[in-house]
């Protein structure tokens, strides 16, 4: 009796599945680089073969059934065998304990929660740049209204944001290398990707800001440098930032 | 020595601290209504009188402290003795504990929560409709550009929306009388404060989508008798809608 093969096969029904569009990196990265960076094993669902029952119409036909608990509104979701969460803060709020990202003390978790959040709110604020009147529309079809919206994105919102996370860098009283406490959080690796959306989407407007956050640009370093986030970043798991995805590059919205 | 008064000082250095602008309901009003419905003395701090030490200036003056350690980014935020907490739903993850307003089961926790995020989700885009360019900008200087987002909003978001809301209702292993479990939690009352300001704002649109929708009519209407709930809404404590809040009736947007 090969145990070794009973407890990979234990293992592999535990494998959490995450389920998010197969060609962007979207919201999905925010939960991609939790898994990545604790090298948690996880099944990216839409981007598997279709012929072994996964890829993008079983995550459709997941969503159609009557008969979840827990029907999620919008791709990212991660099953965990039976228990199905979306959201992607609400996503990352579940495996951080497992996946040892945030602290265990409840007010550092609502403190990591809460940053998260807020990047949650920017992340949403840069998609609009692009899609300022309906998702549904096409870029061009909204152009107009973009150029307006973007705007007021480089010019006000992206310094206000980085400078609120810097001030929370300085701010932690366990000194000023990661946003909660002196190790890693979630909300560590999201402000990463961040970052780097905001760096892909608006070369010159976040050149701006970011000299003025160089805390926040140490903590993007720190964590583009970890290991496990590095072998990510190189491997063919990482997908490229393009103009389908959150963070876009068009030229004309990058008011630097 | 007067004990009671000893117990009532007590009891005051530990009332919640609410902190958000004075005159509009916004997105303080999902936390007041949490602290209404569960009978929890509070501290209105803004607007209470500023000889007393409060008012806006008193919140203005703690947004800037150099000193916190826990910075909110915008209000509405939460204050408890020394502990501070912003974002509307990192606040009530942490409140409903307390209050009872969430199941003490990790999972149906975590639902709670992935309730009140799409809840979120839906009011940015409610408040986007009158401000798709800039929150800093007038309407009148984006009213084209409203109108636009607000017939996509009417006519797509609204009703997906919605019916997912009725769906997660309908799905409830334990009954549709409340989004989880068999009691009411916060993304409940949220809810309700949803469905009051799509009616405020919208009235000709909420109304042939909430027409299709029996279930979150039914749970509307299960919170605004709830006794507290009501005594609430009667009270002076509970402000008007108006055209400086979230939800804003603007007819030419409310396109039916």
Redesign the interface.
Known sequence: MNQVGIVSDYSQAMTYELHYWPTIQGRGEFVRLALEATGTSYVDVARSAADTGKGVAAMQRFMDL????????APPFLKDGD?V???T??IL??LAPTLKLVARNE?AG??T??IQ??IA?MV?EAH?THH???S??YYED?KA?AL??AG?FCK?RMPK?MK?FE??LA???AGNRYLVGNRMSYADLSLFQLVEGLRYAFPLASEKVLVRTPLVLALHHRIATQPRVAAYLKSDRRLAFSEEGVFRRYPELDVG
């Open positions: 009557k008969s979840t608990r827990h029907p999620p509104f228990f969460v979306g959201q803060a609400a709020q579940y007010q609502i403190w929660m809460q959040l807020t709110d949403t609009d300022p009147i309906a549904s529309l909204q209204e307006r919206r007021d006000e944001f609120w001030r929370v701010q932690n009283p």
